[in-house]
């Protein structure tokens, strides 16, 4: 908050409410939850005028779910604040809240403002009126607006319409099933794979929803989709379920060709070389290749997990019942061309310094010949 001039200093010092002089014009309508940028601009930067930081969140019949950037969370509601039970604005009001308190705690938000979007009107308003005479809300009001004064925050919430609303409400519907989908490879085997390309990694295209399985900070999962992501500049790394490989390679193909200067992907596949996604390897620089047998895998202890909870604990599933390999498709480089046996003719590239792609054989996409290829190629080992 700029310093006030000496001829404000007695209306300020005497006002009721905090008085932010940015010189905005939004200023005089953040209080009733108006910003200057559009909601598009706040759910991709999370960020309102003057720095204000955003979260989003939305509940449904047995849980609610809220997101800030890459950190999401998931609140399941016991049987008495569930559906037909409690009435829908209690789920959304208290996961509103929940999200507060996460995002309040984890980035120190104090002396400052804080935009809440939400789909729910009824919240919106108790929000944004400091108060509420309804009995069932009116309890969790008084808590939340004593925590932001006890912390000097002016939390604020505006509308977002449900049909923009997707990732919240897709967190909030999820459940956590048994899954044989859910294998997250081995954190050596990763590192391996990041040690043989040229570019970082910068999202991974398959985790769960809270990226438990995630190697990365930022991921997709199956309330935002891989298919539905732009890639552009994105380095891809994805474990995707075996059945989803065809899809995966078919997006990202569509997305390097829009821009194929900055995005890659390197995908964890099985030698399933008759599988009818296996002609889309073509072209595909072969990193890793790893024997069947490997212990490569972890999948969630679902013995020892709660019914709706995210996995607490993961196990490995054991030795692999087929060799897997590690594909690359790299950024497209100058000056690199294949040489007929399947190895690379080098050039004049443009890979980071000390960093190049070490690419094993780069794959035909033909049965035939990629078996004869595989022959000849050392596997790697996770000792």
Known sequence: MARPGAHTQPLLSAASRQYYLDGLPSENG????????????????????????????DAAGTAGG??????????AYPPDLCAPVASSNLREFDTGVEGYLRYQQREDWREQRALWLTDNTTAMSIVNREGTMAPALEGLSRRLQHHLRQHGVNLKARHIAGKLNTLADGLSRHEWPHTTADWMLADRAFHQAQSRVRDNFTLDGAADPLGTNSHLPRYCSVVDSFMGRNLAGEHVFANPDFTLIDDYLMHFKAEQQRSPYDTSLTLVVPAWLTAPWWKRLRGGHLICLYPQGAPL??????????????????????????????????????CRSVGRDGGLRPGHGHAAPHRAVQTLLILRGEPASDAALLRDVPQVSLC
Not at 35 to 51: C, Q, R, V, W
Not at 302 to 317: D, F, G, L
């Open 66 to 75: 809220g997101h800030r950037h890459d950190d999401r969370f998931i609140k």
């Open 30 to 57: 953040f209080f009733k939850g108006h910003t200057e940028k559009t909601l598009d601009e706040l759910l991709t930067s999370y960020t309102a005028h003057a720095n204000i930081p955003v979260y989003v969140t």
């Open 297 to 334: 895998f972890t999948s969630p202890e679902w013995r020892t997990q709660q019914p709706s909870q995210a996995p607490t604990a993961r196990v490995y599933r054991g030795p692999t019942r087929w060799p897997t390999l590690i594909v690359h498709f790299p950024t497209l480089m100058a």
